[in-house]
């Protein structure tokens, strides 16, 4: 099975200032990777993410990612926030298999960021 | 515009009134799932659907029923509804396969007294 933890659950920070948002997963097999955002009141859209070749992906609104297989993490980050990035995160994994697991997303818990003025 | 339409977006309803979320998409896609969304617990996927007739469980399948009688339809139903199903919940499609965008509704809130 797979399983995804997001290491804090709100992230405060102020405006042009970096964040990153932390993700491990586990799995025993190989997966791809997600970063989705959910706006207040709005479903789930996807930021980016990593299926293979490039461990560093770039998603929208400037965020990117990097894959890293050691350390079994995919921590999201930005060099300079904005107001409008405030949002929940949520990171997601889905194995490489067939039958049952194919096309299923386990998220983690959320984080929170908050960019303040 | 490719979507995926879910209605209502509220609903408060009491206990054991079966009640029908509805959920379409216009992207051709064979994979649908539902999922709820709980604080500190993030999503938890409820039911899901590899194509036509053919649905399974989730992680959290208890007091929920599917159907997928349509490509494009997969309506969630509760037929006795408890206090403890009051969430928010979120219908996603995708191509077949697990490498390929999730597109989600935009939620319905649901409550339970």
């Known amino acids: 099975a797979q399983s995804v933890t997001q290491l804090d659950s709100q992230v405060p920070v102020f405006e042009e200032a970096p964040v990153e948002l932390r993700c491990n997963y586990s799995?025993?097999?190989?997966?791809?990777l997600f970063w989705y955002v959910q706006y207040p009141n709005q479903g789930l859209q996807l930021l980016l993410k990593y299926l293979s070749g490039s461990t560093l992906v770039k998603g929208i609104n400037g965020f990117e990612a990097e894959f890293n297989k050691s350390q079994t993490s995919f921590h999201l980050r930005k060099p300079s926030v904005h107001i409008s990035d405030t949002a929940e995160y949520f990171c997601a994994v889905s194995a490489l298999g067939q039958g049952s697991t194919l096309g299923r997303l386990y998220f983690g818990r959320g984080t929170q960021l908050t960019v303040w003025p | 515009e490719a979507q995926v339409t879910q209605n209502p977006r509220y609903l408060i309803t009491v206990t054991g009134k079966k009640l029908t979320v509805t959920c379409s998409q216009n992207m051709n896609h064979e994979y649908m799932s539902w999922y709820r969304q709980d604080p500190g617990l993030g999503l938890r996927q409820i039911y899901y659907s590899m194509n036509v007739e053919v649905t399974d469980k989730g992680d959290v399948p208890e007091g929920y029923k599917v159907s997928r009688k349509e490509k494009r339809n997969f309506p969630l139903i509760l037929e006795s509804p408890s206090p403890n199903q009051t969430s928010l919940y979120f219908c996603?499609?995708?191509?077949?396969?697990?490498?390929?965008?999730?597109?989600f509704g935009q939620g319905t809130r649901l409550t339970v007294v």
């Open positions: 799995s025993s097999v190989s997966v791809y």
């Open positions: 996603a499609s995708s191509e077949y396969g697990t490498y390929t965008e999730a597109f």
